[in-house]
């Protein structure tokens, strides 16, 4: 099992411009979480999908920020315009609908400048 | 709204020596409690979990200890081991629920 696979893995990216990340999560998982780890705030869920449904995105820090998930073996996460504040360690984890085995990707490092 | 606080920030612990995390929540529903560690450059993994059913629960170096009343929970790694050193995460939820609310975290350094 190749695991969840994000991409990109490093980022460098002026303020302003548009951010995409990408995530291909385990194959037969039915729920995909995106979140944002900082040294301040540690990790943060930003939005949860279940069956390729958006089923809570409350973490989602504004509407610069958008998730889709197209089908069941690919999610983005958008930030446009990026800002510096936004530097962080996006991660895209999937399980199958089980709170005991939701396995991470190994990150898309953000740097905006 | 942190409603999991994470302490400490970081650790150094002698090698063989015992490294202890400690965590609070605030939610009196949660009852499933994972603590996941994160090697650099890696996502975090599932490293043990307890629910309140029971105060201890062991796996090899690792035991939770969990008081129900205090609202706290905590990770002991006995004979700490240089390959332990790691960040590690609590986080906390309503089993079932899969959206984990997690600890700041805590960066632990082993050192020989």
């Known amino acids: 099992d190749a695991g969840v696979i994000q991409s990109p893995r490093h980022e460098v990216t002026e303020m302003g411009q548009e951010v995409t990340l990408r995530c291909k999560p385990i194959s037969g998982h039915n729920s995909l979480f995106w979140y944002r780890q900082t040294m301040m705030r540690g990790l943060e869920l930003l939005i949860y999908f279940n069956n390729n449904v958006p089923i809570d995105d409350s973490g989602m820090p504004e509407d610069r920020f958008s998730a889709k998930m197209p089908n069941a073996s690919f999610s983005t996460l958008k930030i446009q315009p990026s800002e510096p504040r936004d530097s962080a360690v996006y991660f895209c984890a999937s399980s199958f609908g089980q709170v005991d085995a939701i396995y991470f990707g190994e990150g898309s490092w953000l740097t905006v400048v | 709204q942190q409603q999991v606080k994470q302490s400490p920030q970081s650790l150094i612990v002698q090698k063989g020596g015992i490294s202890i995390i400690n965590c609070a929540y605030e939610?009196?529903?949660?009852?499933?409690f994972p603590w996941y560690q994160q090697f650099p450059g890696k996502g975090p993994a599932l490293l043990i979990a307890i629910r309140p059913d029971v105060s201890e629960k062991k796996e090899g170096r690792f035991t939770i200890s969990f008081n129900k009343s205090a609202k706290q929970f905590s990770l002991h790694i006995m004979d700490s081991q240089p390959g332990d050193s790691a960040t590690y995460f609590c986080?906390?939820?309503?089993?079932?629920?899969?959206?984990?609310?997690f600890g700041t975290g805590t960066r632990l350094t082993i050192i020989p």
């Open positions: 939610n009196t529903a949660f009852d499933y």
């Open positions: 986080a906390a939820t309503l089993f079932g629920n899969e959206k984990l609310t």
